[in-house]
Nanobody, 124 residues
Framework: QVQLVESGGGLVQAGGSLRLSCAAS????????MGWFRQAPGKEREFVAA????????NYADSVKGRFTISRDNAKNMVYLQMNSLKPDETAVYYC?????????????????WGQGTQVTVSS
């Protein structure tokens, strides 16, 4: 059974940084693309970033390009999201997700496996 467990969320001031982590288990982690999504209160869950199976390919939402970095460590079954210059409107629950393919996509419905989420709150 695939399990994804996020950690690293918290309260940060605007302009600050956080690093989210996602621990994966239950199957061969290195075979599959991974993604990060976020959901603010009253809004749809939206794509943030994704990384392909070997970490060479990445993709970002336009709103986070240049500030967020996704990475993975296949030896540790971990994926990370480094978030810099955070803004108050990025307050949300951040979710780690896994595909059944090595390739990156932005579409939420292409990710069948999800973690429970970690809260990120950015104060102004």
């Amino acid at each position: 059974q695939v399990q994804l467990v996020e950690s690293g969320g918290g309260l940060v001031q605007a302009g600050g940084s956080l690093r989210l982590s996602c621990a994966a288990s239950g199957r061969t982690f290195s075979n599959y693309a991974m993604g990060w999504f976020r959901q603010a209160p009253g809004k749809e869950r939206e794509f943030v970033a994704a990384i392909n199976w070997n970490g060479v390919g990445t993709n970002y939402a336009d709103s986070v390009k240049g500030r967020f970095t996704i990475s993975r460590d296949n030896a540790k079954n971990m994926v990370y999201l480094q978030m810099n210059s955070l803004k108050p409107d990025e307050t949300a629950v951040y979710y780690c997700a896994s595909r059944n393919s090595p390739k990156i996509v932005q579409y939420r419905d292409e990710y069948p496996y999800w973690g429970q989420g970690t809260q990120v709150t950015v104060s102004s």
